[in-house]
């Protein structure tokens, strides 16, 4: 195929999640976009078995390229997926998402009103049952109204939805691999993107179904690492812009934990309100736990200097 005729390299970053892999291509069989003008790069993140058992049955059905690589998280992976891929834009999901038939349809369309933005999309939740990934989503939907009220000016997106022209995510050295979480890395480089002044776009039409699924312990632990991706992403922009570490005021968290009210019903509501308590907690917990970490690093760099 010729590269020339590629508008899109879908990345997919995995890591142990065979059965959700398949469904996440699956998924992509089924897209209303013209099968010669997409390609699939697929980062197996050094999984403990092989995941090309998975991936091959779809080689007749999609337009596939298959890397494996030494475990170094998702960032360092979905990089590794952009310089293998060969379309214009790259255009990143994980594999617990099922883009929807229309996503790249969506996706051209807002291209063509801004062809060198970093165009977003929407997740919305395949587990309602699940009241930990029901919470875990909305807060998503929060985040994405707080800081996108502007569709054609939006600030941030999760990198399980998002798109980019290929040429400017090489030129700006992609995800930073010093996020080794999934957690934070897509914050920094979508304000990243901003520092360079890149125009982003908000396409609510391009929509993925997350399949995250979330008990108790493995939401705590989520949210307990996206507080350490915080801190991390803090870090590096006050560095970039030669500022001091801020945090968001009083009234984004108030708002935040009445937002269910709003978009459930209310017995959901009350327990999915609970559940945004609990995910401050653990974010505010992985914040200073990771702060506290790269402190005493710091300070055993600094003493083994001296010796």
């Keep these: 195929m010729n590269s020339e005729t590629l508008a ?3 990345v997919i970053p995995t890591y142990n999640r065979p ?22 790069v697929v980062v197996d ?4 078995d092989s995941l090309e058992p998975v991936v091959q049955p779809f080689a007749a059905k999609l337009n596939l390229n298959f890397i494996r690589q030494p475990n170094g998280g998702p960032a ?12 214009r834009y790259l255009v990143f999901t994980d594999d617990d998402c099922q883009p929807t ?44 109204e707080f800081y996108n009220p502007i569709p054609a000016a939006a600030t941030f997106f999760a990198s399980n939805n998002f798109a980019v022209p290929r040429a400017q995510y090489l030129d700006l050295k992609g995800f930073d691999t010093q996020f080794p979480l999934a957690a934070g890395e897509d914050r920094e480089f979508c304000d990243r993107w901003r520092y360079h002044q890149l125009p982003m776009r908000y396409a609510p039409a391009m929509q993925v179904r997350h399949a995250h699924q979330l008990t108790l312990k493995s939401f705590w632990r989520q949210h307990f690492n996206y507080g350490r991706g915080a801190f991390c992403f803090h870090k590096t922009r006050a560095h970039r812009t030669d500022g001091t570490i801020k945090v968001e005021k009083f009234q984004f968290y108030r ?7 709003h978009h459930l019903p209310w017995p959901q509501a009350v327990r999915a309100a609970g559940l945004m308590f609990v995910s401050q907690v653990a974010n505010v917990a992985g914040f200073f736990w990771e702060r506290s970490g790269q402190r005493r690093q710091a300070q055993l760099a600094t003493a083994t200097r001296q010796t």
């Design 8 to 10: 899109f390299s879908i």
């Design 19 to 40: 059965d959700r892999l398949r469904q996440c291509l699956q998924s992509l069989t089924t897209l209303d976009y013209d099968r010669d003008r997409f390609e699939v």
């Design 45 to 48: 993140d050094g999984s403990q």
């Design 76 to 87: 360092s992976a979905r990089n590794t997926g952009a310089t293998a891929a060969r379309g």
């Design 101 to 144: 038939p229309s996503w790249l349809t969506a996706l051209a369309v807002a291209l063509e009103a801004e062809p060198q933005a970093l165009v977003g999309g929407k997740t919305l939740n395949a587990l309602p049952q699940n009241i930990c990934s029901t919470a875990s989503q909305l807060l998503i939907d929060y985040l994405y």
């Design 255 to 261: 708002r935040l934990l009445t937002y269910p009210f």
